[in-house]
């Protein structure tokens, strides 16, 4: 049986979906076989980030629709072996995903799979409700930033009430948060919510704190999810996340002012 | 950083702390409203439409107040009878 998380913010362009290509590589490069899913219909951006929008053929809604099976739709990542991808589809009405179907094609994917990634849509709309409704495990991602902190816990809110586990009183979904775009110089000015402010607001677990990073952006214009740029210090600490998810204890790193070095300061790093 | 900024920077200090303590404020409000039963718009209604039988109030002379505690909910209802309603009882 696959443990399904599901990756949930409320708010748009948090990063999302960059975390959700990070953590399924992660986890993926890790041994574990792993699926990530699309549910942003209409709106797939999933395959992009991965670098595999060419590659796609069928999607998540002709899976439901029974229009191609699993196997058709879902792409193989090039660089691990372990990591598939489910893309959404980019024509269909977000209804086309319906609970029954969607849950099908869960139940279908735990057989052959250890993780199954959720990217959700921005939102509380329908596509982000099925995204999140048969979750065991869900990452919030948050930026230091009121919006997004109110947006996060009312996605909480959510979880704890709308999800199957909710519905059918079995254990909670085990929720993490993961603050991205953090930028220590701004917090240590006392311009930016620390994660500690965030945490205490929240009050939950921290899987990880994704310092604001260049890497995040080269990566996207390249199609390669940002943990594999390992010198980066956004692939090392999503790195650290997928770690802390599995288990293990890891410090967390980059939540203060990085000190340039003498030939950085001379040529500008 | 220049010293300049560093003047600049110490002057605006403050505003996570701005941050923190309105998301505290509306965070702790969301999570009330979340936590209500749905039914008490409408038995707040129902309740002034009683009240209304015999005494003339407006719908802000009734408060209808839910507080969840560890091991209790208590329901709190706040009616103001108007002055001329006392003095004709």
Known sequence: MARIIVITSGKGGVGKTTTSAALAMG????????AVIDFDV??????????????????????????????QALIRD??????????????????????????????????????????SPAGIEHGATMAMYYADDAVVVTNPEVSSVRDSDRMLGILSSKSRRAETNAEPIREFLLLSRYDPARVANGEMLSVEDVQEILSLDLLGVIPESRAVLNASNA????????????????????????????????????????????FGG | MSLLDYFRSSRSKGTASVAKERLQILVAHDRSERHRPSYLPKLQREI???IRK???????AVS????????????????ILPDTARNRA
Do not use: W
């Not at chain 1, 986890?27 to 792993?34: F, I, M, P, V």
């Not at chain 1, 956004?234 to 000190?259: C, M, N, S």
């Not at chain 2, 209808?64 to 009616?79: D, M, T």
């Open chain 1, 42 to 71: 209409g709106l797939r951006n999933l395959d992009l980030i991965m670098g595999c929008e060419r590659r796609v053929v069928y999607d998540f809604v002709n899976v439901i629709n029974g229009e191609a099976s699993l196997n």
């Open chain 1, 27 to 34: 986890l993926a490069q890790r041994g574990h076989r792993t």
């Open chain 2, 64 to 79: 209808v107040n839910y507080e969840q505690e560890a091991s209790r909910e208590i329901l709190e209802l706040n009616i």
């Open chain 1, 78 to 119: 090039k660089r691990c072996d372990s990591l598939y991808i489910l893309p959404a589809s980019q024509t269909r009405d977000k209804e086309a995903l319906t609970k029954e179907g969607v849950g099908k094609v869960l139940e279908e994917l735990s057989q052959g799979f250890d993780f199954i990634v959720c990217d």
């Open chain 2, 48 to 50: 002034l439409d009683v």
């Open chain 1, 223 to 266: 199609g390669v999810p940002v943990i594999l740029d390992g010198e980066s210090d956004a692939g090392k600490a999503y790195g650290d996340a997928v770690a802390r998810y599995l288990g293990e204890q890891v410090p967390h790193r980059f939540l203060t002012v990085q000190k340039k070095g003498f030939f950085s300061r001379l």
């Open chain 2, 54 to 60: 015999y005494v003339e109030v407006d719908m802000s």
